[in-house]
């Protein structure tokens, strides 16, 4: 693993954001997965990263949270505030980890421990958060806390959410409960890797509407990581557009969808309004 | 016009839990192909179980082609198997990896014994590779050698090998990136509409959570909730003025890039 050495930076000293700057990955072979990418998220920017199976678009969730495996050798570098995390130790990327940048993956039940209350898996970030503020949370304070917490993720009866399992709910609200815990140590970048791919149309819409408000409402970061175009469209302003882990386009949602540089691109934009004009013809036979 | 397939009064329960579905009905005419729409849950793959021949009807009956179908007969459930294929999700657990293309496409005419003889049998089997737009010497390869959109042609080449009425196909574009899930739709259509004086067109049916692969392909639309059939009838007015709140909340869920 190498580090590259950064010019000063220009945009202040503890509110950059999110920096990837020549970010190559590979495999155990020494197989490009993702090659020289580049790009920047401000503080409160909403962007996507978009790609199919194979662009190395969950490598690059991965390598920014720290948390690649072990057998991929990652080179550039990825810098959050003041923070590189490109070689740093585990030790620190552990207290980086929650209170600066979280994520929601695809699939909830990977995230959420099947043996422990729900209650428990919330309350361990919301705990860590307040060690890291200097504030002792008693047992009554917690209590506030995690109900606040499952509330503002709109799931209903708190009591009964905070002593389930996570096989005792259903996939939504497993979701909603993975939203929670990755909000609990507020974060200021959220990465959300494929949040709703996995659910049904009518949950898919409400989780998305869900972080989407919250998101806005605390003003945080939002890398947003899907092959599906539409979903990005609805909650992210920017997005980079990965194929084959090349960045081939990068821009504004509006500019990118209008007006499509790259031949892949404008394929995928293709592909996507071939289905929605077969929904059409059945509004408009 | 006897229809090909015909659910009546359809009801299922598994052995041990509630009944899954509920007083099903449709019709599958010729040239008319059919989406099972639902949300996880609905019923949707349980129906496609029966009409596959996997379960039997708890309650109610199937006809195809007028006769009453009985799975549990192997006479009945063989000459079925003439009529109907399946493509499933998944292409990477539907092929056996350590058969050859080859060997694969043309298990239907072996157990079906449909083929008589090697040649014979490679001219199908090259037939069917060249239909799903597939080199004809992908037949000596192996699954492994193949990508996801490659993999379900080479799932759709098995099920229109044996030349089926009715090709049964559950999610086969889901598991499917968005630029190869429409060349697939594509070859779907195709084999749906145009045929061949050797290859007559299949009727689909399509069970799938995604309105616009449906829109797609399906001439007609069963809306399954909670194991009952909300809504039925042509795609078109169907989505164009939906009567149950159950398919408006559906159609109003789903993400659509913006702009024109």
């Given amino acids: ?285 | 016009m006897t229809a090909l397939l015909e659910a009546h009064a359809v009801g299922y329960a598994y052995r041990t839990g509630q009944p899954v579905l509920h007083d099903v009905s449709f019709a599958i005419n010729a040239g008319e192909s059919l989406g099972l729409v639902g949300e996880s849950g609905a019923g949707k793959t349980t129906l496609l179980k029966l009409l596959l021949g996997l379960a039997v009807p708890s309650t109610g009956e199937i006809f195809s082609q007028g006769a009453r179908f009985d799975a549990r007969n192997r006479a009945q459930l063989r000459s079925y198997r003439r009529l109907t294929q399946a493509v499933f999700q998944d292409p990477y657990s539907s092929l056996d990896p350590r058969q050859s293309v080859e060997q694969i496409i043309a298990e239907p005419l072996r157990s079906l014994g449909i083929a008589r003889g090697r040649v014979e049998l490679k001219g199908l089997v090259a037939a069917a590779l060249l239909a799903v737009g597939l080199p004809p010497n992908a037949a000596t390869r192996y699954p492994h050698e193949f990508s996801g959109g490659q993999r379900q042609r080479i799932a759709i080449a098995r099920a229109i090998v044996p030349n089926p009425r009715v090709l049964l196909a559950d999610e086969p574009v889901s598991a499917l990136d968005v630029t190869t899930r429409v060349k697939i739709i594509d070859l779907l259509a195709d084999l749906s509409s145009g045929g061949t004086p050797e290859r007559p067109p299949m009727t689909l049916v399509l069970v799938s959570h995604d309105l616009g692969v449906v829109a797609s392909l399906c001439q007609n639309i069963v809306v399954l909730e909670s194991g009952r059939i909300a809504e039925q009838g042509p795609t078109h007015s169907v989505l164009s003025a939906p009567q149950h709140a159950y398919t408006q909340r559906l159609l109003a869920s789903v993400t659509r890039l913006p702009g024109a």
């Fill in chain 1, 1 to 285: 693993m190498s580090t590259s050495e950064h010019g000063p930076n220009l945009n202040g000293p503890h509110k950059s954001g999110l920096h990837v700057n020549g970010l190559t990955i590979r495999g155990p072979q020494g197989q490009l997965l993702v090659d020289g990418l580049s790009f920047a998220l401000s503080p409160g920017e909403r962007m996507g990263l978009i790609g199919e199976s194979g662009s190395g678009k969950s490598l690059t969730a991965l390598a920014i949270i720290g948390l690649l495996p072990a057998d991929l050798t990652v080179n550039g570098s990825i810098r959050w505030d003041e923070t590189e995390v490109v070689g740093a130790s585990e030790r620190s990327l552990n207290s980086w980890r929650g209170r600066c940048a979280a994520v929601v993956f695809q699939e909830p039940l990977t995230a959420l421990d099947p043996l422990m209350r729900l209650g428990q898996q919330l309350a361990e970030p919301v705990q860590r958060r307040a060690r890291a503020d200097g504030t002792k949370l008693g047992r009554q304070a917690l209590d506030r806390a995690l109900h606040a917490a499952v509330l503002e993720v709109r799931l209903p009866d708190p009591e009964r959410i905070l002593r389930a399992y996570p096989h005792e709910i259903s996939g939504g609200q497993r979701q909603r409960m993975a939203l929670a815990i990755a909000l609990a140590g507020r974060p200021a970048l959220l990465i959300a890797d494929e949040p709703t791919t996995a659910l049904d149309e009518t949950i898919q819409s409400e989780i998305l509407d869900l972080l989407d408000g919250l998101v806005r409402q605390r003003s945080m970061a939002l890398l947003f990581i899907s092959h599906d175009l539409a979903v990005v469209s609805r909650v992210a302003t920017r997005a980079v557009v990965l194929r084959a882990g090349i960045a081939v386009e990068t821009g504004t949602m509006t500019n990118l969808l209008s007006d499509p540089q790259h031949s892949y691109t404008q394929e995928l934009i293709a592909s996507a309004r071939q289905l929605d004009r077969a929904l059409d013809w059945g509004t408009t036979p």
